[in-house]
C-alpha cells in the first residue's frame, strides 16, 4: 500500500500536515478527495498544489469520483503519498465502491457545524458522518481521532 497518512480534515492541507504528519510518515505527494465543488474551483486548487509545492510536494485534488479511479492507480505506484479527505463520508463512498486506502484512518479537525456531536478535540460529526465511520470501522478500519502525532489520540 502505498499511502503512508490517511487522513480525514476539513482545512486539507495545513501546518499540522506540513509540521508534524510529514515527519513521521514521510510521503512524495499529497492526494486530496474533496467535494464536487472545491473539486472543479481552479482558483482554490491552485492554492492547494502552490502549498504542496512549498513543502516540496506535488499535490493531486479529485472529486470522489474522480478518486475511484486515481487512488487505485496511487496504490499500485512505487510512490507514498497522503490521501486526505475532507470529510469521512468521502472515505466511506470510496470504501463502498471497492477502493482500497488501507486499513488505518486518522481523523484530524472536522469544524463545528449545525447539528454535529462532539466526537473529540475539534472534531464533530454529524448524524451522516458516524454512520460512514461506523460503516469504515465495520470494514475492519482502525478509525483514530487525533490531531498531532504527538497527541495521545483516542479510538473512534
Do not use: C
Not at 33 to 38: F, G, K, N, S, T
Not at 84 to 111: M, P, Q, T, Y
Amino acid at each position: 500500500m502505498s499511502f503512508t497518512l490517511v487522513r480525514v480534515d476539513d482545512r486539507l492541507i495545513h501546518g499540522q500536515v506540513v509540521l508534524y504528519w510529514s515527519k513521521v510518515r514521510p510521503g512524495d505527494g499529497i492526494i486530496l478527495v474533496v467535494d464536487d465543488q472545491l473539486g472543479q474551483d481552479n482558483f482554490i486548487k491552485s492554492v492547494f498544489k502552490d502549498a504542496g509545492k512549498k513543502m516540496g510536494k506535488n499535490v493531486f485534488i479529485f472529486t470522489v469520483e474522480q478518486a475511484k479511479k486515481k487512488i487505485p492507480e496511487a496504490a499500485a505506484s512505487e510512490k507514498k503519498y497522503y490521501l486526505i479527505a475532507k470529510s469521512i463520508s468521502f472515505l466511506s463512498e470510496l470504501k463502498k465502491a471497492g477502493v482500497d486506502f488501507g486499513d488505518e484512518v486518522i481523523i484530524g479537525n472536522v469544524s463545528n457545524r449545525p447539528d454535529t456531536k462532539k466526537m473529540y478535540n475539534n472534531i464533530y460529526f454529524n448524524e451522516q458522518e458516524i454512520k460512514d465511520a461506523n460503516y469504515l470501522k465495520a470494514q475492519q478500519m482502525k478509525l483514530t481521532f487525533q490531531l498531532t502525532p504527538n497527541d495521545a489520540g483516542a479510538d473512534f
